[in-house]
């Protein structure tokens, strides 16, 4: 078993030979404070659990990084799984390690698991933007190597997910960071898992000819060095077969076996200088014969990660192809460590090589136009700081300009969603709509089949073009609605005019007979186009004038009037009223048609007492009779527009309304509310709870009542409750 000694040794020693500059007492007292924290815990083989925290934090050693990162690796699972807090931490060490330790708990806690292969990049984006600090990608890449390093001990299933994740997080974040090293050890040990058939296929062809591998590269390593040391360049040279799943990849890419295969050889030629580079180029090729069109030039023009060298594939004598890589020592580091490089050159160098770095800053392409040298001073990822990432509760990722909020995700996932938004949920709790998303929060949009749209003030609090859009072809959309009733109006006018019965419109025997006459696909239409001023009703009734008093007189079609004149409906008899000018289930006396909309200060309901203000624009207003805001009926001015209401009795749609409970604090009291609400089947839109500082609390609770004696049976109900004080129609 492996002990606490053997890795505390170890750590000690890498980080004396890659950090000469760490403070190993301060590094000392993180291992015995983490290992008391978590001294119940026990790793998956029985080990003690500060062993993995010290060989991340080794990871890190060796990555070259600062005393900070050591620490926050030392201390990387503190949070998550002991009692400890960020402020423990930020007080017994620094703040600076408490935020390490704190962003990668929050990697920890988020699942960056998908099936999807599109959602991989979003996922890789959301990864990077939760890190604040580079310093926390790079724990957390340590920590996911430890963790493939040690998966034996994982059941198959978690060692599939974990492997899949390092493959589709990962290795590609390492490769972006420009760290070969790490990048090729997680692919190794990913594969091992994914496909481990292929893996032992591969490894066992390579370890029975390894001895002949090395032979071989022996042999070409000692003629490249013999010819530099002729020609007076210092260098380093060495062979090594190719990471196992780029040897891998290309196969099952070209469809080839291991003998088949170009290239599984690489040579490195490290020099001094970067003229030395081109000089060893020049001698290879003349040792070996080049393979044309294989020469790449990654100094003159390096990678997007910033790797750097000349690359040559040629064959030797024995008839052999295989690449030499040929670099600087400073190419080398950046090309193993990456990002981390950084470090070391910071402490081997000091100050002043930031220059060198300025990779770093195009690596991170896309911030804003920060001095390079402040930049590499805080390293802060700003790379997404346009963008926040969030998931949906299924798990899908959905990427956001920054500062969305939920009426963004709605309309992102579907404009249906969007006008039929009536709230939103983050992390299982309910906010208001216009919250602003953090990375990684789990959104959920609260809709409703009655809700009555977005509001005009959306437009304005939205961030996404797209929200904005959709928001607005809704409106349009819904001009359309209103123009139908307009148009519908001027139409029925008319008709009444010309002593026409309306009723033949709606009546099957003659309705597509005159819609085929007026040449419009359907009723709707015809009144949207009045609406719009597209068409006249007198034109409109014109044309079927002719039709409907023909239709009327015929002998099949017998005119119900001339029947039997008794049982006419009388076109102003109430019914008729109720039905024809029921809009949104309220009759407005004297109006034929107007938009309703239900004043949000009262909400009312069906079965209160209610008044209706005819607004600039907007129809007409209902509010509650006792509503404070119809207070101004009695001022001259206004007293026009106030206009008398009533209920149609349709009782199917549901309105939304406000209850406010003024309560005396108690243990278990939302609990007991919510619960009550629940078994009441209360349709659910918001729940709010406040405490006052008088040791009262006020619970708000939107939900939607059919009539006013639904509403007030919950409400008995709620008042029920011990220490619910009152319980009043509220604001909204
Ligand atoms: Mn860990």
Redesign the pocket.
Known sequence: METFEDHYASMVDTITRCMPGANLELIDRAVHYADAKHEYQKRKDGSPYII??LA?AEIVAEMGLDTDAVLGAIL??CIEDTDASHDDIATIFSPTVAELVEGVTKLTRTDFTSQEEKQMENLRKMFMAMSKDIRVVLIKIA?RLH?MRTMQYQTPKKQIIKCRETMDIYAPLAHRLGMQKMKWELEDLALRYLDPAGYAELTDHLSAQKDQDENFMNSIQFTIKEKLSENGIHNTTYGRIKHIYSIYRKMKAQNKTLDELYDIYAFRVIVDSEIDCYNVLGHIHTIFTPIPGRFKDYISSPKPNMYKSLHTTVIGKQGIPFEVQIRTWEMHETAEYGIAAHWKYKQKAGAGSEKEFEWVRRLLEGQQDTDAEDYLESLKIDMFNDQVFVFTPKGKVVGLPAGAIPIDFAYMIHSGVGNAMVGAKVNNRIVNIDTKLRNGDIVEILTSKSARGPSRDWLTICKSNQARTKIKQWFKKEKREENIVHGKASFEAEMKRLNLPVSVISDPNYSSQLLEKLAYAAWDDLYAAIGYGGMTAAKAVGKIQEDIKKLLKGPTVPDPDRINPGLRINPDSEEVRRNRHAINGVIVEDIDSCMIKFSKCCAPVPGDDIIGFITRGYGVSVHRSDCPNTLTRTDPRQAARWVHCSWANSDEQPFDTTLELECADRDGLVMDVSTALFAAKVRMKGFNAAEMPDGRSVITISFEVRNVAELNKIRSKLLSIPNVIAAKRGQY
């Open positions: 993995h925290p991340v990387h699972d920590d963790n």
